[in-house]
């Protein structure tokens, strides 16, 4: 249920059904290669929250566009690598993210899932569930990260469940999938993974003829720091100049995309069934509070 689509009759009703559980995607704009939009995470990201959502319903709040992004991609345009994106100061995603969450919970929300994918949200969004903790707010706000699913993932559910559980995938879709693990290919940001999940949601946005315009392949410049637990803001935009990590992904087609996007959905619908669990997650609270008496 998309918390913009309701009449304001429907709410009370729609809070008993959810039993007061919101979920909000949070993304950002950035570059993802050429061949995937900018607002790749979000757009992903929303579109599978709105489907498990229709499996375990929960209210779906408007999509968060903007996240934590490194100071250098907002750096003035001007090469070619840094058009498009929208970078906001930490202070002022913060500021936005309690005000947001305070107004969800004023409507009658107990829980707050923020459901990223973008992994750069990663401790921006931990310190902020780490601080609502803190306020005793009348809500809880819990953090998931959706995690890409590539083709390893997808062979292993085929593994498990057998071929038919993806019947639209071809000889040639799985010999793909299979290669591409025995390659051991890089595949992170706008990679292979990346590029089958928003293919698998918004296909009319996928270049694939663009999907080699630029490298995906690590410069390495930044890998001492990192060997030795330096952590330095630019490292990734150093070593992955093009804002793409990950080889080309090559032999992608819709249903090894739609596999992709269906494990996703399954997995999310499970963690808003777990967040729905009173009996699961009551006795958590409980023993929570206790602990900060």
């Known amino acids: 249920m998309l918390w913009e689509n309701l009449r304001e009759e429907e709410f009370l009703p729609m809070l008993e059904r959810t039993n007061r559980v919101c979920a909000m995607a949070v993304g950002c704009l950035e570059k993802h290669g050429q061949h995937l939009p900018l607002g790749t995470d979000t757009l992903k990201g929303g579109k599978i929250?709105?489907?498990?959502?229709?499996?375990?319903?929960?209210?779906?709040?408007?999509?968060m566009y903007f996240g934590d992004l490194l100071g250098e991609q907002a750096n003035p345009a001007g090469n070619g690598n840094h058009y498009g994106y929208v970078a906001l100061s930490s202070e002022l995603l913060l500021a936005m993210m309690r005000e947001i969450c305070d107004e969800i919970g004023r409507n009658g929300f107990k829980k707050i899932l923020l459901f990223s994918s973008h992994g750069g949200n990663d401790a921006f969004l931990r310190n902020f569930v780490r601080a609502v903790k803190q306020q005793n707010k009348s809500y809880e706000v819990f953090m998931f990260y959706n995690k890409l699913i590539g083709p390893k993932d997808i062979l292993a559910v085929i593994e498990e469940r057998g071929r038919d559980y993806f019947p639209a995938l071809t000889d040639e879709d799985i010999k793909t999938m299979e290669d591409f693990v025995a390659a051991g290919k890089p595949n992170a940001h706008a990679g292979f993974s990346e590029s089958a999940m928003i293919m698998g949601t918004y296909p009319e946005l996928v270049r694939l003829d663009r999907c080699e315009a630029e490298s995906g392949q690590s410069t390495h410049i930044s890998d001492p720091l990192a060997e030795l637990g330096i952590i330095w803001g630019r490292?990734?935009?150093?070593?992955?100049?093009?804002?793409y990590n990950g080889s080309a992904p090559i032999g992608l087609t819709q249903a090894i995309a739609d596999a992709a996007v269906e494990i996703?959905?399954?997995r999310t619908a499970k963690v808003l069934k777990l967040l729905k669990d009173d009996s699961i997650m009551n006795p958590i609270l409980r023993a929570q509070y206790r602990g900060n008496t």
Do not use: D
């Not at 490292?235 to 804002?243: A, D, G, I, T």
């Open 264 to 266: 996703s959905v399954e």
């Open 49 to 63: 929250l709105e489907l498990a959502a229709e499996r375990e319903e929960v209210c779906v709040f408007p999509r």
């Open 235 to 243: 490292s990734w935009h150093v070593n992955y100049p093009n804002s």
